[in-house]
């Protein structure tokens, strides 16, 4: 069946953007980047078929401008726009733009995405709807609930309490307060955070879960209101709200407990009238098994080729179909999961100076390959990581019949990995991957703050034979006359073996 | 051609010369034999006493690295200057440095305040994110404010000077020479 538009405009960049024009290319859809001035050289703008320059490197001026991404689409020609993740992907007033653009919008209707965009009317609604909600305070729908109340309603629920913001997502303006004394300084950073991040300073509290795990159910809508789940993805290894491992099955439930979380994150879905993909997140007390909503993205998640590796279906191309009006052909009964499937995040951040986003021109960049492995990059060698934007580089996926046997793929997918010249956070994945609470699933949403707390990169000497290596790779790119180079940056410009030549010859020789 | 390295805290004098049409590493006075199974634009495959080893690499001015399974070794050519140098201005206490390109969000100290560690002294956001600076262990006096709120601050620029408190010595180091200390 043909699509409905033959022309999208990716309004995203990175990996996700590099992901969305790969499924356009394999549906025959042309396909238009649209990049800031900084990222002109960047992969999916390489890729592309069609590149807009929308702004300068800030994101306000250009990724979060609705108005210059409309416009870019109106005069490329698109005829539909895919919001990828982040960015402006859950702003339901972007979503209303495009589709006032006579352009078809590639997700849900703005609709579900204000009912769910809104934490503290979500929570509401979905008591409404019968899904449990983490004991919490937000106050009446669409009224920013006072500090005061906000202090009385901690007293009521008990600490630890957790500030969120309404508007948000992705750990801003979250904090975990444990003390009353603390909740007030708590309340004005989270606020601060709220503003700058979402431009809502807006905040709501809940009961906090310790040793929580994080489990949330791939939603799967068309237009005609056939709902499917595409089980369950565990994301419980995260350093502050971020999330960095995530697989499917979750290590934690079983087929009972499955059925019934998938149900009711379906009938979550259902009740804010949703279609196309998105998440139902849930946050898991091990200790009771009970489960609470804690937020629905209406959007293609980060981890989402979690899913596709355990189902075999690829939600992007689901995306467009369902954009298009396509009805799913399959119903709950139909799909099965089969083996297991873990992603690790390579994220440009140095864990030696407390995981803050690093930049720097990958000097070397080489990913691995190989049967079940699947690495969705935004970048490859010869490339400057922006510091503008998400320090997400890659999404290392293993897939494999069980969890041991993907976890053994994993481990030898992190070895073969070479990254030189942004510092990662590579080598922190590798310890998370091999220590043994996560090899036994034991792992809850704050392990990883207590279990690598103050974590650093092991300083080990080289062996022998690297020293040897060194000795040959480096002899030919050095020179005793110069002056030591402070930023560890440029190679000699006359040496013709220095990595800096190739890699400006890579750029200028590239497409741009 | 001998070299010297300095990795990881540690010195090594390697030697790599040719015997008997075979390659011999010198390394801190004990031989290995070498040989390159292929050698291409960033990555060299070694056997280095029987075991092979794949290394991609990257050079600079001052050394280079070299990534081996799943990890990264910085090899350094010890420059004799830059070493005096960086001895010269110690460790760098007295400045306090942004650990990375941030905006100054807030200003919490004030230039004369006597502060103790862990107070907190600004804020700095970068990708949406709030981190506190706060002052290192012991007790400091607050000597100047080096930015301003609503500044935008680049890694490792100075954001403030602290000078341990009764003393009586200036905590400022020597000459700065912008080295990542």
């Known amino acids: 069946m043909g699509l409905a538009f033959s022309k999208v405009l990716v309004a995203n960049r990175g990996e996700i953007a590099v992901r969305i024009i790969r499924a356009c290319r394999e549906m025959g859809l042309a396909s238009v980047a649209v990049h800031s001035e900084s990222d002109s050289g960047a992969m999916h703008v390489r890729m592309a078929d069609q590149a807009l320059c929308i702004g300068p490197p800030s994101a306000s001026e250009s990724y979060l401008s609705i108005e210059r991404i409309v416009d870019a689409a109106r005069r490329s020609g698109a005829e539909a726009v895919h919001p990828g993740y982040g960015f402006l992907s859950e702003n339901a007033a972007f979503a209303e733009a495009v589709i006032a653009a006579g352009l078809v919008f590639v997700g849900p209707p703005p609709s579900a995405m204000r009912a769910m965009g809104d934490k503290a009317a979500a929570r509401v609604a979905m008591q409404m709807a019968g899904v449990p909600v983490v004991p919490g305070f937000q106050g009446p729908p669409g009224v920013a609930p006072g500090d005061e109340e906000l202090v009385a309603a901690a007293e009521r629920i008990g600490y630890p309490v957790l500030i969120k913001a309404t508007a948000g997502g992705g750990g801003r303006g979250m904090r975990v307060v444990r003390r009353a004394e603390d909740l007030a300084e708590n309340l004005a950073a989270a606020k601060r955070e709220a503003l700058h991040a979402f431009g809502d300073g807006a905040l709501l509290i809940e009961r906090y879960i310790g040793n929580a795990h994080h489990i949330e159910f791939q939603i799967l809508g068309d237009s005609a209101g056939n709902l499917v789940h595409l089980f369950e993805r565990e994301c419980s290894v995260q350093r502050r709200h971020q999330k960095i491992v995530e697989e499917s099955p979750s290590p934690l439930l079983d087929a009972t407990m499955r059925d019934l979380m998938g149900r009711t994150a379906v009938r979550a879905a259902r009740s804010a009238g949703y279609s196309n993909a998105g998440t139902v997140e849930f946050v898991m007390d091990p200790a009771t098994r009970e489960f609470f909503f804690l937020e629905m993205n209406t959007r293609l998640q980060v981890e989402h080729p979690v899913t596709e590796l355990v189902t075999g279906l690829d939600l992007v191309q689901w995306q467009f179909r369902i954009a298009s009006g396509e009805l799913l052909p399959f119903r709950q009964e139909d799909l099965v999961s089969k083996g297991h499937a873990i992603e690790c995040r390579l994220y440009a951040e140095d864990p030696a100076r407390g995981f803050l986003p690093s930049g720097g021109k990958l000097l070397r960049y080489s990913e691995p390959a190989g049967p079940g492995i699947r690495v969705d990059s935004g970048v490859s060698e010869g490339d400057e990581v922006d510091m503008h934007y998400d320090p997400l580089l890659a999404k290392i996926c293993c897939h494999a019949a069980d969890r041991d046997a993907a976890l053994a793929r994993m481990r030898q997918a992190l070895r073969r990995m070479a990254v030189i010249g942004a510092v990662t956070n590579w080598q922190f994945l590798r310890e998370v991957i091999d220590s043994p609470d996560f090899g036994e699933g034991r792992v809850h949403t704050t392990w990883i703050e207590e279990r690598f707390a103050g974590w650093k990169p092991s300083e080990e000497a080289p062996p022998k034979g690297l020293v040897v290596a060194a000795a040959i790779a480096l002899a030919a790119g050095m020179d005793d006359n110069r002056a030591p180079d402070d930023r560890g940056g440029r190679g000699p410009a006359d040496d013709p073996y220095s990595p800096w030549r190739a890699g400006d010859g890579f750029r200028s020789g590239g497409p741009r | ?181």
């Open chain 2, 1 to 181: 051609m001998k070299q010297r390295f300095v990795s990881a805290g540690s010195a090594w004098d390697i030697e790599i010369a040719h015997r008997d049409g075979a390659l011999i590493a010198d390394v801190n006075g004990g031989e290995h034999a070498v040989e390159i199974l292929s050698e291409r634009p960033g990555t060299l495959t070694l056997r280095v006493d029987g075991a092979t080893l794949v290394c991609d690499w990257a050079a600079d001015r001052s050394g280079g690295w070299i990534c081996h399974d799943g990890r990264v070794w910085r090899f350094d050519k010890p420059h004799p200057t830059a070493s005096r140098r960086r001895e010269a201005t110690g460790t760098g206490e007295g400045a306090l440095r942004s650990p990375m390109p941030a905006l100054v969000v807030a200003i919490d100290a004030t230039e004369g305040q006597d502060v103790e560690g862990g107070a907190m002294l600004l804020v700095l956001e970068a990708m949406k994110m709030e981190t506190r600076v706060t002052a290192p262990a012991g007790s400091w006096t607050v000597k100047r404010l080096l930015v301003a709120a609503g500044q935008q601050v680049i890694r490792d620029q100075e954001l403030l000077e602290l000078a341990p408190r009764d003393t009586g010595v200036d905590a400022e180091g020597g000459e700065d020479d912008g080295q990542v200390l």
